[in-house]
């Protein structure tokens, strides 16, 4: 796999990106601008997909499911899914550069995470479908003959994929893959923020040979255009979703006539809990990963860091020092943060900023935006920031930010640090610090969270249940998680 440079181009400079329906590229009618973080410059015009189109792609996803899509058996659905894993590998370059000239973020972390997970997903899941069992109970009849019970695993029918821009390739594929492994035909919908990888997966299902109508592509916005008329199409089985809780509620609403089933991944509060056992240099740079990571924008990602009192101060200290050495920059420049997604995000978080300071918290260090010189000054970069001292009920505290930003308080007992990381309204995840073994797998258990990491964070095997309790979703996706969601399972009763 070639890692790209700068000199690599955007892969759609100066087009119209279209969609993807019935395995034809369409462009017409409404545009919108794909606009690059880093220096606010227009990269290319996205082809913005109506209610008509919608329905096309729909009923295109529809017809394949009737088609020779319906005959291939699970190896050959799979073997057809690790063709798409090695053209994105055999893509690589392209693949990276397109979602860097999206996004800003680091080429380290798009070619390390972003674009090895895509292909990734594909493979994990090929392999998953191929191995998965069914059940089988026999049982007794009155005339003593008996009956056989065994389950089929059919597909759920058209699912639509929405997917958030903060980690667009790893969460479309993280849907697309599973989905496509059990027989269903895709709608995908990127973020509009994010059209760009997409539209690559959509080359790579035609070059793969992809049977049309099986993976379809909508580009659009959110609200009274895309992505409503998807959610809420009668002809759409289920829904797979990652991004915002309150999104979220108002596709539940959309979907909720025609009783879709709905997998979500929402957002998160998430908490980091260090207690004084823990090995100092692990906990610092872990929870410098999970709080500036992307900029701060993984649903993961820690926002509220509880620390236990006698380390509280120094723990403050080494984060702040290193956070203030954080070098913020373009994908190529070796930085270790790039931009926000967007000027209105970064306003967004400037918002909190201020927030902060109006709750009466303490800015260790940033709390504003770098002044670079150059074309930079008109992209969406912030500094990365440590806040301490505001009120537990404070909204800062609270709601989700999503950006590179922590709020750091002491604790004096377990009991407390528990009672603090799970006093709100989200459960995504958290990240507990400590060296006593016990401890550690007393406070996991007690986190009110769907995933737990113990000295570290963001460590990933795609077979673990993934998802939130609370305001953080509905559903678990991951290895069989994801095949029972995107399958319906079906029993079949032989008398003997
Ligand atoms: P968002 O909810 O604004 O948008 C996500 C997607 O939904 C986009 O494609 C958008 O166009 C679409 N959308 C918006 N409104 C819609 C509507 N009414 N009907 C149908 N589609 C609609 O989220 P975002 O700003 O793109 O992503 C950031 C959020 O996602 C954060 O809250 C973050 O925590 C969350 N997130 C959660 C996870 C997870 O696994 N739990 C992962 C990544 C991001
Ligand atoms: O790693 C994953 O599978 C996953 N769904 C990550 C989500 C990250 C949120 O931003």
């Known amino acids: 796999m070639r890692m790209p440079t700068e000199a690599d181009a955007y892969p759609f400079a100066d087009q119209q990106l279209p969609c993807l329906v019935g395995g034809e590229f369409v462009r017409q009618g409404r545009t919108f601008d794909n606009v690059n973080p880093v220096n606010g410059v227009v990269l290319a015009t996205v082809t913005e997909a109506d209610a008509a189109l919608v329905d096309r792609a729909v009923q295109a996803a529809r017809g394949a499911l009737r088609g020779p899509w319906a005959r291939l058996s699970t190896p050959e659905r799979c073997a057809l899914l690790r063709k798409v894993a090695e053209r994105i590998e055999q893509r690589f370059a392209e693949f990276v550069s397109a979602e860097i000239a999206d996004t800003g973020k680091t080429l380290q972390q798009a070619s390390s995470l972003d674009i090895p997970r895509g292909a990734a997903n594909f493979r994990a899941y090929a392999d998953l479908a191929l191995t998965r069992g069914s059940e089988c109970f026999e049982m007794g009849t009155p005339d003593g003959r008996g009956a056989l019970n065994y389950s089929v695993h059919k597909p759920v029918g058209v699912v639509a994929v929405i997917a958030p821009w903060n980690l667009p390739f790893l969460l479309m594929t993280w849907k697309v893959a599973p989905a496509l492994a059990c027989g269903n035909a895709v709608v995908a919908k990127p973020s509009e923020e994010t059209p760009s990888s997409a539209a690559l997966l959509a080359q790579v299902m035609q070059e793969v040979g992809m049977p049309p109508g099986v993976f379809n592509l909508v580009h659009g916005f959110g609200p009274r255009s895309t992505g409503e008329a998807l959610v809420s199409h009668p002809d759409v089985n289920a829904i797979a979703f990652t991004g915002e809780s309150a999104t979220g509620s108002a596709i539940m609403r959309g979907a909720a006539d025609s009783v879709k089933a709905l997998s979500f991944e929402l957002g998160g509060k998430n908490a980091a809990v260090v207690f004084a056992d823990a090995d100092f240099e692990a906990a610092v740079g872990g929870t410098m990963r999970s709080v500036f990571s992307n900029c701060g924008q993984v649903c993961l990602c820690s926002e509220r860091v509880y620390v236990e009192r006698p380390l509280f101060a120094r723990f403050v200290e080494a984060l702040a020092q290193r956070a203030r050495r954080l070098k913020i920059g373009g994908p190529y420049e070796g930085a270790d943060l790039g931009p926000l997604i967007s000027r209105a995000h970064r306003e967004k978080v400037l918002s909190y900023y201020r927030l902060a300071r109006e709750e009466h918290g303490e800015i260790v260090c940033g709390g504003g935006v770098p002044s670079f010189g150059d074309e930079r000054d008109r992209g969406a970069f912030i500094e990365p920031t440590v806040v301490c001292g505001l009120a537990e009920g404070s909204r800062c505290v609270k709601e989700e930010i999503f950006g590179p930003v922590c709020h750091l308080a002491p604790f004096d007992s377990e009991d407390e640090a528990v009672r603090l990381a799970n006093d709100t309204r989200y459960g995504l995840a958290a990240a507990v610090w400590t060296s006593n073994l016990q401890r550690a797998h007393r406070v996991a258990r007690q986190m009110e969270v769907g995933i737990a990491w113990v000295n570290d964070w963001y460590l990933r095997d795609l ?29 079949i009763c032989v008398k003997l």
Not at 467 to 478: D, H, M, N, T
Request: aromatic share 10%; glycine share 20%.
């Open 463 to 491: 077979r673990t249940p993934f998802g939130g309790v609370k305001l953080s979703g509905i559903g678990r996706e991951g290895g069989a998680h994801s095949l029972a969601f995107f399958s319906e399972p079906m029993n």
